[in-house]
């Protein structure tokens, strides 16, 4: 039966009674952003309503920004007595940390009646190369990562509904509107055809675009990106990273040490803030993201038609893929339990990508061992290099 509210035949209980064991895969397998999941909406961001450019206010860009939290003396005092001990002394407005210091445009497409996606683009001379987000991350996550390309790309990158500055409605997070929401992208900004790079969820809608867009796709890379048709198992309760303690959201960089610590991995800056929510003195609230949205497009992913992709693909995996650092410090009985998980989940990856080996016609399939989920930031010179080789020509 259809409920009121649009979110098909799953109920809003049903979606939160599901976040917790959708966490957990998250958190433990995908290494996805893990935070306070406090409900809170996401306000339509600012823009024409037939979509255009986000403009900054002052119209400046400037990335020479220092956001670390550390004392700065008087110009010329010099005091060997002064108290350089971390007593949580924070500058006037540090939640204006948040600052984006990449050189992108910031577009604000429209998609559907009142929902808009947040796209950006730090332009570049050649192909247009979109690249799409894995769960629990904005297109921020490719701030740096993005420059590695537009020497020879015009670059973009997605911000899916439900995330950070784009929309944030009730229904619209299964595969075939994702797709969609992707592809009016493209039309928005006029791309008839375009490479795409996905991260982790994004492998199926890399898939989905393959399988029955392929006028639209010039190459697909996916970079530990898997078919989600059939949900890897859950690691068991206790084996996952800790949440944040009340230290660890005291400012944004507090927050990424706690990433850092727990996932193994640092995502930009506004990435973190994209996703976030502070107070004005910028302390972490929560998370931006309703948690049935995490629960929706982990849901509704449907299995990926490998043998319908004729287009020329790269994938890139972590095989075996790396501990988090967490795992280091799980009492015996935790790590027993989590090494008998780990064989299960290998044996999921394994399958899908002997799906993908025997299903696609066009494909160089490469793995780093040990690697972290966030590989190209992880092992980004390696992952540079294999992206570059397969989609660049040799002679150029």
């Known amino acids: 039966m259809k409920n009121n509210d649009g979110l098909g035949q799953y109920s809003r209980r049903d979606l939160l009674r599901s976040a917790g064991s959708m966490r957990r895969v998250l958190c433990g397998v995908l290494a996805a952003l893990c935070v306070w999941t406090t409900p809170v909406a996401v306000a ?76 950006l683009d730090w332009g570049g001379a050649g192909e247009p190369m ?29 911000t899916r509904r439900g995330y950070g500055m784009s929309s944030a409605p009730l229904a619209g997070y299964d595969i075939a509107t994702r797709v969609a929401d992707d592809l009016k992208v493209l039309d928005f900004l006029r791309i008839p ?88 003195e910028g302390h972490v609230i929560g998370s931006k993201t309703r948690a049935e949205v995490q629960a929706l497009i982990m849901s509704q992913s449907g299995a990926a038609d490998f043998a319908g992709i004729a287009v020329p693909a790269l994938g890139i995996f972590a095989v075996p ?29 394994a399958d899908v990508l002997q799906r993908m080996r025997t299903g696609m016609k066009d494909l160089e399939l490469l793995t780093l061992p040990g690697a972290n989920h966030y590989l190209f930031l992880t092992q980004e010179a390696e992952v540079v290099q294999q992206l570059r080789a397969f989609l660049l020509d040799p002679e150029d």
């Not at 740096?144 to 020497?151: I, P, S």
């Not at 006028?215 to 859950?234: E, I, T």
């Open 321 to 349: 893929q790396g501990d988090l650092p967490h795992v280091a410090l799980l009492d015996p009985e935790d790590l027993a339990a989590y090494r008998e998980w780990k064989e299960e989940w290998n044996a999921w990856q």
């Open 193 to 280: 055809r375009a490479v795409f790079v996905g991260h982790s969820i994004a492998g199926v809608e890399l898939s989905r675009l393959g399988a029955q867009h392929p006028d639209r796709v010039s190459k697909l890379v996916y970079l530990d990106a898997y078919d989600y048709g059939k949900l890897p198992p859950a690691p068991p309760l206790g084996t996952t990273p800790s949440d944040p303690v009340p230290q660890d959201g005291f400012s944004v960089l507090h927050f990424q040490a706690y990433t850092a610590r727990t996932r193994g991995m640092r995502a930009p800056v506004a990435d973190t803030c994209n996703l976030l929510t502070f107070d004005r």
């Open 130 to 158: 979109v690249l799409l987000t894995g769960l629990g991350n904005s297109a921020h996550v490719f701030d740096e990562f993005a420059y590695q390309f537009t020497d020879r790309f015009r670059v973009l990158a997605i």
């Open 44 to 119: 339509a961001p600012p823009g024409k309503e037939d979509g255009g450019r986000f403009d900054r206010p002052d119209g400046r860009h400037d990335a020479s920004v220092d956001l670390a939290d550390h004392r700065v003396r008087p110009f010329g005092r010099h005091d060997a007595s002064v108290d350089v001990a971390n007593h949580r002394v924070r500058p006037f407005g540090w939640h204006k940390a948040c600052i984006d210091g990449a050189d992108h445009r910031v577009w604000r497409v429209p998609v559907e009646r009142g929902v808009w996606l947040e796209v």
